[in-house]
């Protein structure tokens, strides 16, 4: 197994979009990259903690390999959006992708190399190295599961398309 980190706004929707895709076989909403010590959701709802609300992503490479997940990740956001998506504003809510090992900086510069290319603007989506990761408070995970109808910034029918979306090991070639 794998992991990745990615911050896409609400790391409610975020994380429920990814729970969809085959392959992720672990999700974890927390606090990442911020320079506060065990931060709560009051303090990182401030802004003044440097911390983007993030999803821990863990996923079997046979089944869903980085690169088709960073792909999957450019659908969910809007990627030329700096400290925004959908009505949610502040740094909290910044676009990133935090690696891990030098291996995942090659296919996320690959990929944002062939996404750039199909934009006009420049991609805000910060790219840096992990350095720390906090869990956020137990009712944070899952929320979308244990709470249906609660906010979301993400449309419904993104879901499906998660759902659908499949990365087979014959067409990795």
Same mark, same amino acid.
């Given at each position: 197994?794998?992991?990745?980190?990615?911050?896409?706004?609400?790391?409610?929707?975020?994380?429920?979009?990814?729970?969809?895709?085959?392959?992720?076989?672990?999700?974890?909403?927390?606090?990442?990259?911020?320079?506060?010590?065990?931060?709560?959701?009051?303090? %990182? #709802?401030?802004?003044?903690?440097?911390?983007? =609300?993030?999803? &821990?992503? *863990?996923?079997? /490479?046979?089944? +869903?390999? !980085?690169?088709?997940?960073?792909?999957?990740?450019?659908?969910?956001?809007?990627?030329?959006?700096?400290?925004?998506?959908?009505?949610?504003?502040?740094?909290?809510?910044?676009?990133? %992708? #935090?690696?891990?090992?030098?291996?995942?900086? =090659?296919?996320? &510069?690959? *990929?944002?190399? /062939?996404?750039? +290319?199909? !934009?006009?603007?420049?991609?805000?989506?910060?790219?840096?190295?992990?350095?720390?990761?906090?869990?956020?408070?137990?009712?944070?995970?899952?929320?979308?599961?244990?709470?249906?109808?609660? #906010?979301?910034?993400?449309?419904?029918?993104?879901?499906?398309?998660?759902?659908?979306?499949?990365?087979?090991?014959?067409?990795?070639?």
């Amino acid at each position: 197994m794998k992991e990745i980190y990615l911050a896409g706004g609400c790391f409610w929707g975020t994380e429920h979009y990814f729970k969809q895709i085959e392959g992720v076989v672990e999700t974890e909403v927390g606090f990442a990259n911020g320079h506060t010590k065990n931060p709560t959701y009051k303090e %990182v #709802y401030t802004d003044e903690t440097g911390h983007a =609300e993030t999803v &821990r992503i *863990v996923y079997d /490479e046979e089944i +869903a390999d !980085l690169e088709f997940l960073l792909n999957m990740f450019f659908k969910a956001i809007d990627p030329t959006s700096l400290n925004k998506q959908g009505h949610d504003e502040g740094t909290r809510y910044r676009t990133g %992708v #935090y690696y891990t090992s030098e291996e995942q900086l =090659e296919v996320i &510069r690959k *990929v944002f190399a /062939e996404q750039q +290319a199909q !934009l006009a603007e420049r991609i805000a989506v910060e790219v840096e190295p992990l350095r720390c990761f906090y869990s956020a408070e137990e009712y944070h995970q899952d929320y979308l599961d244990k709470n249906p109808d609660g #906010y979301c910034h993400l449309p419904l029918e993104l879901f499906a398309f998660a759902r659908q979306a499949k990365k087979r090991k014959e067409n990795k070639k």
